[in-house]
């Protein structure tokens, strides 16, 4: 049986009636038409899928839709202020490399964002750690350090 | 879709969940922070009819002292553990373990309650629950008991709750002055399931002698494996070198029984237990010394 459910995704409420089953990233996905949510393993492995939960980093692909009536929902749309204002991690990952196809890109940029706002200025061992979570199969995360790197400096650059 | 139908239940007491489960019986699941549920319904591997999801019961989330033990709501996400002062003061090992749960995303999410409760072979928390002799708070509509760690585990996945029961809190004791503890664990990448991990407490006597020691392993059995035949060699030995790896060849060689999977083989996880036994019972004796002299 369908339930109506209100939820904020990125600073925009929206009431839809959903089947108990509609994980969020489908949910994000095909309901809302929020297609920077990438599904990669959808079992939890990969983290392409991570969004923000009342500003918590989940894998949306192990939420169910319902799960989040009430509560506030942030994806990769919400980060840049549009296509000439990237968000200061987008800046880094853009300048340093920090992508190729961008599969895993979105759900790594969402767990950065909280990361960096805990850690403003983290060691290279905290940075892979906090990557041993979200799988790429394209740069070897080199090049995801390097631009993490220069995110977190511009995002203090910003702030200072 | 990828799950299988079910209605969805979110009761605000655990009194409502208790009933809701009864209700259910075998076709309902409990969902606490679905981080290892949600995968076994991603996959169809269960497919229940209903769903009675915590997340909105607040009775289940806490963290706090009670008479020199720590107590932990079912619903307290790893991460809390993870961080929190108090565990960190009372039950150091948990603590020191916490981290090497699956990956930060995952234990924003997780639960102590649901790993404690999912009895996942290769799982940390079953083991150092086991190796800290926690007990387990468990509740049905009818009945509440207290189980201890060791007898909760009865297999693999495989728990003494009844199916119309639930964990609702764990307790473990305050470390012991004079004791010490130790975990380690070998994985392919940080954050995956381990191949072997251990758990060690052990305990000094005034002459410095071994007068308690509990080694536990994970990801070696069916559920967590108590080394006891490796604990009675050490009680009453001095914590020498030599001491310490005959009990963890002994844990290695006598105490488990591990199989292969694709990750490693029997062979391997003997090696891994044997190593990783010497390592933790190493540390444990020296923090178990230290905590004597202070
Ligand atoms: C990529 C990935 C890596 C992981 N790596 C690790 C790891 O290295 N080590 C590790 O230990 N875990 C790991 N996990 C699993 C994770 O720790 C889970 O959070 C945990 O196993 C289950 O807790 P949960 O709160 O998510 O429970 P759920 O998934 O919601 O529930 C698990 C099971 O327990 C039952 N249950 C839940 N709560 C209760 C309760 N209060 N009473 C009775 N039954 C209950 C549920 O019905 C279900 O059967 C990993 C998970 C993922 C996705
Ligand atoms: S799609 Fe969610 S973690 Fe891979
Ligand atoms: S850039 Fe292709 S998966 Fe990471």
Known sequence: MDQTIS????????????????????FLRHELGLTG?????????????????????VRSCLLFAVQTDGRDVATVEGLAGGPQALHPLQHGFWEKHGLQCGFCTPGILMSLVP??????DPTEEEIRELLSGNICRCTGYQKIVEAVQLGARLIQEKSA | ????????????????????????GDE????????????TMNFRLAQPTALIDLNGIDELFFIREDNDELRCGAMTRQREVERNGVVKRIAPLLHE????IAHAQIRNRGTIGG?????????????????????????SVTDARWVAARDFYVGLFATAMLPEEMLVEVAFPQSRSGSGWAFEEVARQHGNYAMCGAAAVVGLDGKGAVENARLVYFSVGEGPVVADQAA???VGEQPNAEAIRAAADTAASQDIDPVGDIHAGPAYRRHLAGVLGERVLTRACERAAGAEGQ
């Open chain 1, 115 to 120: 990361f960096l706002e805990e850690n403003p």
């Open chain 2, 28 to 39: 309902g699941k409990l969902l606490a922070g679905g981080q290892s549920l949600v995968p």
């Open chain 2, 97 to 100: 373990t916490m981290p090497h």
């Open chain 2, 1 to 24: 879709m990828k799950p299988a139908a079910f209605s969805y239940h979110a009761p605000r007491t655990v009194d409502e969940a208790l009933a809701l489960l009864r209700n259910y």
């Open chain 1, 7 to 26: 939820v904020t995704v990125n600073g925009r409420s929206f009431e839809r009636s959903v089947e108990p089953r509609l994980l969020l990233s489908d």
């Open chain 2, 115 to 139: 790993s404690l409760a999912h009895a996942d072979p290769a799982a940390e928390l079953p083991a150092v629950a086991v190796a800290l002799d926690a007990q387990m708070y468990v509740r």
């Open chain 2, 232 to 234: 009675a060699l050490l």
């Open chain 1, 37 to 57: 949510t990438h599904v990669g393993c959808e079992h939890g492995v990969c983290g392409a899928c991570t969004v923000l939960l009342d500003g918590v980093a």
